[in-house]
């Protein structure tokens, strides 16, 4: 696929620091960037920001239900509290649509306890929600998030999670295009690993030996 042929992908809630280093990442592999928020106002807010960041990255601003309109592909980058009500808005342009949930249960002030949700995870909470006319794949919860804002090596594996395997090989070539690995995790309801883990990581970076925590999958090649 040419760069000229790629996807848009619409980041709602690409207002903050995970959203803009994803778009800074995808932007530079080809892809067109929406950024939407609850406003437009806040999401051209955004893009101002995104660009004194990264002035190479273009992105288009709109608010939160024109850009999932816009968007082949569509990301969530919300808090956990506005989760099912962003995704209720937004639902009627979701439809056929991969949307990659970012979500990540954490409750302040114990943020560094796990405590996941009555449906098992945030993403299969998404997925029940949406219904199976919506490819929910969760990914990037265990990514430090500043760091995809930089021009580094990320050695951070990403679990990717999702109920129809040709949804997660899309978000896995999409992860590699970013310049990390992704990993098959299985369905939605494993997203509670991943979701988990960032509590635990939050507080291994406590301990004051690491920062940016992360995964990686070893193991042997066949």
């Not at 996807?7 to 080809?30: Q, V």
């Not at 679990?159 to 129809?164: E, I, Q, S, W």
């Amino acid at each position: 696929m040419s760069e000229s042929d790629k996807e848009t992908i619409a980041i709602l809630g690409g207002t903050g620091d995970l959203g803009t280093g994803l778009a800074i990442r995808w932007s530079k592999a080809g892809y067109k960037i929406v950024i939407g928020s609850r406003t437009l106002e806040k999401a051209q807010t955004a893009v101002a920001a995104l660009q004194e960041i990264s002035p190479e990255t273009p992105a288009e601003a709109m608010e939160n239900l024109d850009a999932s309109g816009a968007g082949d592909i569509v990301v969530l980058t919300v808090p956990a509290e506005h989760q099912i009500s962003t995704l209720d808005y937004v639902k009627a342009n979701l439809t056929g649509k991969i949307l990659i949930d970012v979500t990540v249960p954490l409750v302040p002030p114990k943020v560094g306890t796990v405590q996941l949700p009555p449906e098992g995870s945030a993403g299969k909470r998404a997925q029940e929600f949406l219904g199976e006319d919506v490819m929910v794949v969760t990914a990037y919860q265990n990514i430090a998030a500043h760091l995809l804002q930089q021009d580094v090596t990320i050695e951070c594996d990403v679990l990717v999670c999702g109920n129809k395997k040709a949804a997660r090989e899309k978000v896995i070539q999409l992860t590699k295009e970013a310049g990390m690995n992704g990993w098959h995790a299985g369905p939605v309801a494993n997203s509670a690993a991943a979701e988990a883990l960032t509590s635990i990581l939050i507080q291994i970076n406590r301990g004051g030996i690491l920062s940016h925590s992360g995964i990686k999958i070893i193991g042997q090649e066949h």
